[in-house]
């Protein structure tokens, strides 16, 4: 089955810094790559997502992208604010809401 | 996306007892799932629960312990049974609706199996 990894499990940045955070799947049949935000106490919330004819999709201060034939892809988030402290899951699916997530990643945006 | 609803939204359980979470959906979805995240930890999927139908167990789940129902398209339950302290997690209804790929949650269960 599907097996996400991701890295780092903890980052901390100062704010206004760029945050990047790193996944790799090993499903090569997996066709979309969703990032979820969850704040503490609080439900996973989609921030962005990309499919797998794309390469990059940015939506204003947040980014993904997807290396296909590494099966690795990325969120970046520029110029980082307090509010964006929280954890970050990456996540694969072949498109059929199965998703199998990475371990997520702790950001914590110092102001 | 839908609006789901989740219930209990936390409860306190004793060990050895069952618990049925519900999720209602306010709109027809294609599928639902649940769940579990333990503390600290991240998701992982339990079943794909399938309307009318048996669910879809993920390795390492079985049905005896997490028996799942869903009687039409808006509305599944999941129940933790005979609960231990190692039991104590958020369980998450999430759903796919008719369009798109993307997986909605529920604002989780909350239990602690004291």
């Known amino acids: 089955g599907e097996n996400v990894e991701q890295h780092p499990s903890t980052l901390s940045v100062q704010e206004g810094d760029s945050a990047v955070i790193k996944c790799t799947y090993s499903d090569s049949a997996s066709n979309y790559f969703p990032w979820y935000k969850q704040e503490l106490g609080k439900r996973p919330q989609l921030i962005i997502d990309i499919r797998s004819n794309v390469g990059e999709k940015k939506d204003q201060r947040i980014a993904v992208t997807l290396n296909k034939t590494a099966k690795h892809f990325s969120l970046h988030i520029t110029e980082t604010q307090p509010e964006d402290s929280a954890v970050y899951f990456c996540?694969?699916?072949?498109?059929?809401?199965?998703?199998?997530f990475g371990a997520g990643t702790r950001l914590t945006v110092k102001p | 996306s839908a609006v789901i609803s989740q219930k209990p939204s936390r409860d306190i359980c004793q060990r050895g007892t069952s618990l049925t979470i519900q999720c209602q959906v306010d709109s027809q979805v294609t599928m639902m799932f649940w769940y579990r995240q333990q503390p600290g930890q991240s998701l992982t999927l339990i079943a794909t629960a399938n309307q009318g139908s048996e669910a879809t167990y993920e390795s390492g789940f079985v049905i005896d312990k997490f028996p799942i129902s869903r009687p039409n398209l808006t509305f599944s339950t999941l129940t933790v049974s005979n609960m231990s302290p190692e039991d104590s997690s958020i369980y998450l209804c999430s759903v796919l609706p008719s369009s798109g790929n993307t997986i909605y949650f529920g604002e989780g269960s909350w239990l602690t199996v004291v």
């Open positions: 996540a694969a699916s072949r498109g059929l809401g199965d998703m199998r």
